[in-house]
């Protein structure tokens, strides 16, 4: 799925993500490619496991060198999180604690104004097996879950990384309906034009007789337009199907030719 | 992260996954895994370079069963899509076709209300370095692309089925999408009927030498799949169409058979 156009500036800005005691290195490797994609680049670890730096990690984060070069190792996470002024902790478990819980989409929206208000944000994710312990939920602000199947809910630290920075990124674009690039500029058709494609089809079927029985010759007509208008053609698609039909006619009109030479 | 509830029913429903030629066995497993979080279960493989099944998908799916357990082989694609109404094909480049590109969240709600009318649906996943081929891409009846880090784009397949996973769940419990129910009055075409279709109308372009210069066949093919895939036909339209490219090609084999008389 690899897409990279290395002559676009790199994206780097947003919350910062602090994983609370992650155990593989892999796992840390990942997140940093996770972030990366999406724009983010402040990593923060807790107490990981296997010291820092990891090699394991470094090998996958597949190439996420400026999030894996900048990331930063603290004792605890009250340590970890003193610089920011909004922290969310990210959950797969119900709590029996009193604060709020949102989905990503809420949680990236209000990221994001935090953000363009210059607020520093945080998002915290626990352990791999274990999540985060109550009293680190109780430092955050809210809560965030994710929407999964309740019976199959095995979403790793990598994963989750990878939704709330996917949901960032999405929550910064202009409109929610935005796709990274469109399709190339053809203008859709117009009538007039489609009007011109009807007669030459049409055309090209009464000669072929086509319109058999007279009475269903409105019907038959009626069902054709229809399919070619539901389709949204565009003029160069139209050009191709004046194509099509002249191709087909052509392989007559040749044979008629011959005949009459 | 893990939160699963034995006790809730496993959530089993929505577009068929389809990965076209995947090579590592780790990959193929955490796709199930990702799709069984956000509740897909049906995950079909075109042509698997180490065969199937793959102990390394076993272990990478996590206790995915059900998923790995009813995971069909294809040996090509369009086999792999004959029953399927509507596909979606991802991709992280942009490709010069006429065809729309839609983000994840739109292309789930178009997948969701297609499921809402009984629509059977279906995303493809390309190979992990190189994506889909144009004449693949040319199957579907639109594209989805990612919004990342133009700068840094390198979601592995099972991050890209992950993320179109989740939106799919979203989808369903967003009340966005809702719309009366309205059946259809006749289904959507198959994709194997679609094919077949093509092997019409392309038989009779051969015989029509359409086809010229030969180096743009496979470009004019591709186009003309993607006139008739985007404009999401009927069964009864494919219907008339054979009758129309039968009725052009009849014209000429009438002659062909007066002259051998």
């Known amino acids: 799925m690899s897409g990279t156009d290395y002559r676009k500036e790199l994206i780097c800005e947003g919350p910062v993500v602090i994983l609370v005691e992650p155990q593989l290195g892999e796992n ?34 597949s190439n996420a060198d400026h ?46 104004r935090a953000h363009n208000e210059n607020t520093r944000t945080g998002i915290l994710f626990g352990r791999e097996r274990w999540g985060l312990h109550n009293d680190e939920i109780a430092l955050a602000d809210v809560m965030v879950t994710f929407p999964v199947n309740p019976a199959f809910a095995s979403l790793n630290i990598a994963q989750a990384v990878l939704l709330m920075s996917y949901e960032w990124m999405k929550s910064g674009q202009a409109e929610l309906n935005q ?64 194509g099509v039909v002249a191709a087909l006619e052509r392989r007559w009109l040749e044979k008629q030719n011959k005949k009459s030479k």
Chains 1, 2 share one sequence.
């Open 179 to 242: 796709s990274a690039f469109r399709a190339p500029d053809s203008e859709v058709a117009g009538k007039g034009d489609l009007q011109s494609f009807f007669d030459h089809l049409e055309g090209a079927l009464e000669e072929a007789k086509y319109y058999y029985p007279e009475a269903r010759r409105e019907r038959m007509t009626n069902n054709l337009r229809s399919i070619f208008t539901h389709a949204g053609l565009k003029e160069l698609e139209l050009q191709t199907l004046h």
């Open 67 to 112: 999030v894996i070069d900048a990331t930063l190792v603290y004792d605890d996470l009250p340590g970890a999180i003193a610089d920011l002024q909004y922290v969310i902790a990210t959950t797969a478990r119900q709590r029996d604690m009193l604060k709020d819980v949102l989905n990503p989409t809420e949680a990236s929206s209000i990221l994001r």
């Open 28 to 61: 840390i490797g990942m997140v940093a490619r996770a972030m990366a994609n999406f724009g983010l680049f402040e990593l923060r670890l807790v107490n990981p496991r296997d010291g820092w730096p990891n090699e394991r990690a470094n090998a996958a984060a």
